[in-house]
């Protein structure tokens, strides 16, 4: 697992946000503004830039690398391929890490996993961090692409409506859209089926 470093998720979160700006490290914040009654801007929040840490380039190419984590590719799938949304490009990172012992060690079975979301690479407008503690899965392995990637697009979905987040393919997000909403609507159930005293009695002939 390589474990060497101990991060909260707002540093992770941070490092993501990060590339998505380029390069650009920001200083984190928690409000945007404060807004009085009458509508006037009562403490104004604005973004503020600490410094460079990577230059562009290298920013670039790491959104490009993690968008191939949620790529699904003939024979070579990425690792986080539950966190895509068909029409949108998303770069990412799972994690998966064993919990710690107090007193050193790792537990075996219990996990930290993450994902760590982008969104979307050519336009960056959001970064999404997915931390789930201890997961059970009755489904799956206990990962960040199979546990905590679902969770991210989940949100991602809520998210792109909010902030009327266009896509980069239209056609594949209407798409998408159209198929899951068939796949919402409550099935019918089948005109084939018996319920109960609607057969007729068997008549013998004479």
């Known amino acids: 697992y390589g474990y ?3 991060v909260s998720p707002l540093h992770m979160a941070m490092v993501y946000a990060t590339i998505a700006n380029g390069g650009v490290r ?3 914040r928690l409000i945007d503004k404060i807004i009085a009654a009458d509508g006037s801007i009562y403490d104004d929040c604005p973004p503020v830039v600490e410094q460079r840490v990577i230059k562009e380039k290298v920013a670039k190419d790491l959104l490009m690398a993690l968008e191939s984590v949620t790529e699904k590719k003939a024979g070579d799938n990425g690792t986080a391929t539950r966190a895509a949304i068909p029409g949108f490009r998303i770069g990412g990172k799972t994690g ?3 919990k710690v012992k107090p007193r050193g060690g790792y537990y075996e079975g219990l996990y930290t996993v993450s994902f760590a979301g982008i969104l979307p690479v050519d336009n960056p407008r959001v970064v999404i961090m997915t931390v789930i503690d201890e997961p059970h899965p009755t489904d799956c392995n206990p ?3 199979t546990v905590a990637a679902p969770i991210f697009r989940a949100a991602a979905e809520r998210i792109i409506n909010v902030l009327n987040i266009e896509p980069s393919d239209p056609a594949a997000y209407e798409k998408y859209l159209a ?3 068939l796949a919402d609507e409550p099935k019918p159930e089948s005109a084939t ?5 609607s057969r007729r009695p068997n008549r013998k002939t004479r």
């Open 4 to 6: 060497s470093v101990s």
């Open 179 to 181: 198929e899951k909403k």
């Open 26 to 28: 920001m200083k984190p």
């Open 96 to 98: 998966t890490a064993k």
């Open 193 to 197: 089926k018996a319920t109960a005293g």
């Open 143 to 145: 990962g960040g692409g």
